[in-house]
């Protein structure tokens, strides 16, 4: 009975899409703080934040309760919709939805679908490059000395490794006579010895710069990035709010849960939004 109610139940449903809502806000703000050093850090602060979350063992720990939390989230979401529409296959002969429900109450699952095409998306285009793109850029620094220019890998021990030094793979490092070469995109391995000798950051800024700023999709790119983050401000304008209205909360603090629902739906995806506006046309 339990497991069938666990199943069946859209109060339970409700529940978990509440709850794994409420997560993936936290998510987003998270996400929006490492995101901003794209405005307000460097190259290599961003780097730094991308290795990390893709390393520290609690941080992926969470990236695996994310990829649940959206997963879970969208079937669940698909559920409910489904067991609305057949509870009532029939629309009432006199309606006036638009009087009685908010734009975002009445298209959540519209919405919700936008969201999870604009996700997978966003992965393909960064987050599948970041962990498996093996020609991915390593991060380097330009120095000048004695008049003289020189690209240097900056390494995560804070060393510096000259690029002309360093060869694709260990074939091509052998036959150029370099010392060292790169191995799974970023690890730096002696040629003689085939140890490892140090680690660079991906490049994921430079990638991310790219994207946006490409001469031909770029500004496509920017508006769909812009669009996305419009849709995902009416999806929060009425999921924030009813997310506690599911978990029973729903008192005294109810215009405060309202309050900062609507601000959190407005600027947390008006900041993701500036951030390929900027880098498209400011930077």
Sequence with gaps: MAK????????VKKYWMALTGLFLCLFLAGHLAGNLQL?????LQFNQYALFMTSNPAVKLLSYVTYFSILFHAIDGVLLTYQNVKARPIGYAKSNPSANSSFSSR????LGTLILV????HMVNFWAKMHFDKNMPVYAV????MGQ???LYYTTSGNYIPVESVGKNVQDATQNGQQIYLENGREFFNTQAKIKVSEGYKDLHKITFAFFQHPKTGLIATILYVLAMIVLSFHLLHGFQ????????NNKFTPAIKTFGTLFAIIVPLLFAIIPVY????K
């Design 4 to 11: 069938s109610a666990l199943l069946k139940s859209s109060i």
């Design 39 to 43: 405005i307000f850090g460097d190259a």
């Design 107 to 110: 298209n959540m699952a519209v």
């Design 118 to 121: 604009f996700i997978v998306t």
């Design 142 to 145: 330009t120095v000048e000395a």
């Design 149 to 151: 220019k020189q690209n």
């Design 242 to 249: 009813s997310a506690f209205q599911s978990l029973g909360v």
């Design 279 to 282: 880098i498209h046309f400011v």
